[in-house]
């Protein structure tokens, strides 16, 4: 069946950096674009930008432009989100979710919850 | 970015009540090429992921109970849940995939 798997949970300090990872498995990886998605402590959801598993190519919501960075490893069917220069802001669970353009996304992980503490 | 405007923000309900929630979008979500509203509905239960109920505004995703009805068009949306279980107790998200993805900031369902 079709499963998003992410890595677990990060403790960091403020400045520092984290990658997360989210393996697919059940699909072909390069069919479905794979988005980020953001939920802080108690808030909504709010979408993060996606990047495109055949070219690479990742594009960005306005919010998230700075310091954050979208990647593959297509041969293990794994997209990577990394955020740099940690703040205690970015603290909150990290969704990937499979979706395809004008779609809403079918598939989720687990989500991984990024705590920025000094 | 188009702004989804979700209401009530929480509900408090007796299993077996029926609830409405609704979700307005500051531009419309409908595209004259399909006539197809760009508009889903999410459920997520703590410590979940979000969970798709509902696509192009009203069609149940594979497995979702037919208590689940979305209706609506345009830039007024509406989720309908007959007769609530416990088990659907849980967050509500509307969500916009006609342009850069947005959501709705969510609706609580509780029990009374």
């Known amino acids: 069946q079709i499963q998003l798997v992410q890595s677990g949970p990060e403790l960091k300090k403020p400045g520092e950096s984290v990658k997360i990872s989210c393996k697919a498995s059940?699909?072909?990886?390069?069919?479905?674009?794979m988005n980020w998605v953001k939920q802080a402590p108690g808030n909504g959801l709010k979408w993060m930008g996606w990047?495109?598993?055949?070219?690479?190519?990742?594009t960005y919501a306005d919010d998230f432009k700075q310091r954050f960075v979208f990647s593959l490893e297509t041969s293990a069917s794994t997209a990577y989100f990394q955020i740099n220069n940690l703040t205690i802001e970015d603290t909150g669970t990290y969704f990937c979710t499979r979706g395809k353009m004008y779609n809403p996304s079918d598939h989720w992980g687990q989500g991984v919850m990024v705590t920025v503490s000094s | 970015d188009i702004v989804m405007t979700q209401s009530p923000s929480s509900l408090a309900v007796s299993a077996g009540e029926t609830v409405t929630i609704n979700c307005k979008s500051s531009q419309s979500l409908l595209y004259s090429g399909n006539r197809k509203n760009y508009l889903a509905w999410y459920q997520q239960k703590p410590g979940q992921s979000p969970k798709l109920l509902i696509y192009?505004?009203?069609t149940r995703q594979s497995g979702v109970p037919d208590r689940f009805i979305g209706s609506g068009s345009g830039t007024d949306f509406t989720l309908t849940i007959s007769s609530v279980q416990a088990e659907d107790l849980a967050i509500y998200y509307c969500h916009q995939y006609y342009d850069i993805y947005t959501f709705g900031a969510g609706t609580k369902l509780e029990l009374k």
């Open positions: 059940g699909y072909t990886f390069t069919d479905y674009a």
């Open positions: 192009w505004a009203s």
């Open positions: 990047i495109n598993t055949h070219t690479g190519k990742p």
